[in-house]
């Protein structure tokens, strides 16, 4: 039984759906207002989850919208790889809040056969 993650410094690319109600533009990742989590799950239940810190990132909303961020783990040990991320991923998302200058969102997705759920909520500002 795998009992750990380690999250390997990465970066992370997701196409964003449905992004109707974000205003089309450009936005730059407040990473003092970003929570990246994976969970390892078992029959649709995660059993083990690890945080990872984004360093970078930004939001692309227009005809297809994209997340992309960079990832470091939060704490240095984990104990199980993270996939290559060069799995296209597709990720939920809602709008939380959303102004001229700042869109706030969470969204969750699934690696492709793969037990591996993401999770985020971040802040992105023009």
Do not use: N, W
């Not at 960079?70 to 939380?96: I, K, N, Q, W």
């Not at 001229?100 to 690696?111: D, F, P, Y």
Request: aromatic share 4%; hydrophobic share 45%.
């Amino acid at each position: 039984m795998l009992d750990t993650i380690e999250i390997a410094a990465t970066q992370l690319v997701a196409t964003l759906r449905p992004a109707r109600d974000l205003p089309a533009g450009r936005y730059r990742l407040r990473t003092d207002k970003c929570v990246v989590e994976f969970a390892l799950c078992v029959l649709r239940r995660p059993v083990l989850r690890r945080r990872a810190q984004a360093v970078g990132g930004t939001l692309t909303v227009g005809e297809l919208s994209t997340l992309e961020l960079d990832l470091v783990p939060e704490t240095p040990h984990f104990g199980m790889r993270l996939p290559d991320l060069d799995t296209p991923l597709a990720m939920r998302a809602r709008s939380v809040h959303t102004d001229e200058e700042t869109v706030v969102l969470t969204a969750s997705g699934r690696l492709p056969r793969r037990f591996l759920r993401v999770e985020l909520a971040a802040e992105f500002v023009l």
